[in-house]
């Protein structure tokens, strides 16, 4: 008998000091923008790709309601140097993707792959482009993908899964909130997308959910806004089986919060959420704010620990400021080994910040669990169906 992992509470988030030499360098306040982390190279070490998204809002006073106008939508690129802390806007060679925002984008090694999104004409082509920052000559390129794809559409999600597979699912085509998903294989060529008919308990169509991957190959559909304008409090794994065929599974365990327009992402097996928006705008408040879906245990924990029932209520929530940090949307996060950053968004500024004590609980994990580097993902069954 293995012993259980040991069920750490969600981290406690502060800002961090970054530095910029120019305005220009600045990525400023903006939302509705991904946020990449892309490995080290020869010449430099671990780097954040900001792109696109909005820079200015229309709507007034109910900035975070659905339907608000974004303005000032942009196809800049920032490059953030985890090691110095420091912005710099790049400028690459090449044909740039058009201005947008609520697109999508996953790191290929030291590339990122962007789709989708929408911008002041309208929504952006389903074209693949891709920026390789492999060299200090950094340049964009268009990807040829034979056949039908995804199609164009924005609030979608997308990751690369088992370092070979990019994942696309959901999202809005204009017409419709659509609950496909698609997958390129990349490591072959030509390349062709291909529509997964996965098995198992299939999500509901929604759009602004978010989804990472784990390392070992799953990738996990979080939250989102249905059909309906309901917005969604389920999460969902999707797993390729050695025969090639695609299965999901419903997570187990009891979210805090429904929740869309929020952001996600994983350090080991736990997916840290954080944010987002109720039906109406509202934003998530209270203990609900940030929260961690432990894989390996199969269980939501806030804060206070173990989650055992949704706690966003619309009563009185006392202040708390490391939680008021995360009362955003439209934000983005990404992981660099055991550091999550989070920038942007609605209501929160243009301020970096990092979990405050992550370093520390990660390291009692595997100190103390299975959960260590070397066989960190390997313990599929306690939240998936072993075929």
């Not at 911008?119 to 040829?144: C, E, I, M, Q």
């Not at 389920?234 to 429904?258: C, I, K, Y």
Request: overall charge positive.
């Amino acid at each position: 008998m293995g012993s259980k992992p040991w069920l750490y509470p969600a981290p406690t988030y502060r800002t961090l000091e970054t530095y910029w030499d120019s305005d220009e360098d600045a990525p400023g306040p903006r939302c509705g923008y991904t946020l990449t982390a892309v490995a080290a190279t020869k010449t430099r070490g671990p780097r954040l790709i900001l792109f696109g998204g909005a820079t200015a809002i229309e709507g007034g006073a109910s900035s975070s309601a659905p339907g608000i106008r974004l303005a000032g939508v942009t196809n800049s690129v920032h490059s953030y140097d985890v090691l110095t802390r420091k912005w710099t806007r790049i400028k690459p060679a090449g044909e740039p993707p058009s201005p947008r925002a609520a697109h999508a984008a996953a790191a290929v090694g030291t590339m990122v792959v962007f789709q989708g999104g929408i911008g002041p004409a309208g929504h952006s082509t389903d074209d693949l482009y891709v920026l390789d920052l492999t060299n200090d000559k950094f340049k964009w390129h268009r990807v040829v993908v034979q056949g039908q794809g995804p199609g164009p559409r924005y609030g979608h999600v997308m990751d690369l899964v088992a370092q070979r597979y990019l994942v696309t699912v959901s999202g809005n085509d204009g017409k419709r909130v659509l609950s496909d998903s698609w997958a390129l294989d990349t490591g072959q060529k030509p390349y062709i997308w291909l529509r997964l008919n996965p098995e198992g308990d299939k999500p509901c169509a929604r759009m602004y959910a978010t989804a990472s991957a784990r390392s070992d190959g799953m990738f996990l559909l979080c939250g989102g806004r249905d059909a309906s304008g309901a917005p969604l409090s389920d999460a969902f794994g999707l797993l390729m089986h050695r025969n090639g065929q695609w299965e999901w599974t419903l997570a187990p365990g009891v979210s805090p919060s429904p929740r869309y327009q929020h952001a996600a992402v994983f350090v080991g097996a736990r997916l840290h959420v954080t944010g987002g928006v109720l039906r109406g705008g509202r934003a998530i408040e209270g203990e609900a704010t940030v929260t961690v879906l432990d894989t390996a245990a199969g269980v939501w924990l806030d804060r206070n620990g173990l989650v055992t029932s949704s706690k966003n209520t619309k009563g009185h929530v006392e202040y708390d400021p490391s939680l008021e940090l995360m009362r955003r949307c439209r934000h983005a996060s990404a992981s660099v080994g055991v550091r999550i950053y989070i920038y942007g968004g609605l209501r929160g500024g243009k301020e970096m910040v990092v979990p405050e004590n992550l370093r520390t609980f990660l390291s009692q994990m595997c100190n103390s669990s299975a959960l260590c580097s070397d066989n960190a993902f390997s313990l599929l069954s306690t939240f998936f169906c072993q075929k």
